[in-house]
């Protein structure tokens, strides 16, 4: 996607981006998400709803949410903390990776999609809980090396680089950034580390905003 942080003069001021993770019954809010695509030249990186969002439903691994402008859908990701992982981090029990991300053609050039991506932590300690219980330590994504404008827009969200980068055969090398998951404060001396929770998906928080 292309999230720059300029804002056109076509959006009006004040307007709020919010993250939704979806649950089975959010019928018309599913259908509004396999309507959305990125742009055409962006299709090759990031595949559209259509595609993601039943391997999601199919994976309990998986968490698929809504990027919402107020009410209106205008873009999707989905949050997996399957065995991907293992191959960008040294601790996949403790990250979860941010994968299927995209807006709209028509979101882009406003900064929802920053706007988005620095909300995506929140909703991973929402979805899953502290890392002391099992949750997520980590959001973990990959950006292709020559997408200069994305890595701007995930680091203006608070992503930092690891110095590392996915190489698949036949593919462009991936940069890997990681953004910390917002953990609870200790309550004391008498705070006890859990064993790992489940990495199956939960039940659906309500809508995070910005």
Same mark, same amino acid.
């Given at each position: 996607?292309?999230?720059?942080?300029?804002?056109?003069?076509?959006?009006?001021?004040?307007?709020?981006?919010?993250?939704?993770?979806?649950?089975?019954?959010?019928?018309?809010?599913?259908?509004?998400?396999?309507?959305?695509?990125?742009?055409?030249?962006? $299709?090759? /990186? !990031? *595949?559209?709803? %259509?595609?993601?969002?039943? @391997? #999601?439903? &199919?994976?309990?691994? =998986?968490?698929?949410? +809504?990027?919402?402008?107020?009410?209106?859908?205008?873009?999707?990701?989905?949050?997996?903390?399957?065995?991907?992982?293992?191959?960008?981090?040294?601790?996949?029990?403790?990250?979860?990776?941010?994968?299927?991300?995209? $807006?709209? /053609? !028509? *979101?882009?050039? %406003?900064?929802?999609?920053? @706007? #988005?991506? &620095?909300?995506?932590? =929140?909703?991973?300690? +929402?979805?899953?809980?502290?890392?002391?219980?099992?949750?997520?330590?980590?959001?973990?994504?990959?950006?292709?090396?020559?997408?200069?404008?994305?890595?701007?827009?995930?680091?203006?969200?608070?992503?930092?680089?690891?110095?590392?980068?996915?190489?698949?055969?036949?593919?462009?090398?991936?940069?890997?950034?990681?953004?910390?998951?917002?953990?609870?404060?200790?309550?004391?001396?008498?705070?006890?580390?859990?064993?790992?929770?489940?990495?199956?998906?939960?039940?659906?928080?309500?809508?995070?905003?910005?």
């Amino acid at each position: 996607m292309d999230p720059t942080t300029r804002r056109r003069r076509d959006d009006p001021p004040g307007r709020r981006v919010r993250l939704r993770a979806l649950a089975p019954d959010d019928v018309a809010l599913r259908a509004a998400l396999v309507r959305l695509e990125p742009a055409p030249h962006q $299709l090759g /990186a !990031s *595949a559209s709803a %259509r595609q993601t969002l039943p @391997a #999601a439903d &199919a994976d309990p691994r =998986r968490a698929p949410f +809504a990027v919402l402008l107020d009410e209106e859908p205008v873009g999707f990701g989905v949050l997996d903390r399957g065995d991907l992982l293992a191959q960008v981090v040294d601790e996949p029990e403790r990250a979860v990776l941010l994968r299927g991300f995209y $807006l709209a /053609a !028509s *979101a882009q050039g %406003r900064g929802h999609g920053r @706007a #988005a991506a &620095a909300e995506v932590p =929140r909703l991973a300690a +929402a979805l899953w809980g502290p890392a002391a219980r099992g949750g997520p330590a980590l959001v973990v994504l990959t950006v292709a090396a020559s997408n200069a404008v994305a890595l701007r827009a995930y680091t203006a969200a608070g992503y930092v680089g690891t110095g590392v980068q996915q190489r698949v055969e036949g593919q462009e090398p991936q940069h890997v950034l990681v953004a910390a998951v917002p953990q609870p404060r200790s309550t004391g001396s008498g705070a006890r580390r859990g064993g790992p929770a489940p990495a199956s998906r939960p039940g659906p928080p309500p809508a995070l905003h910005r």
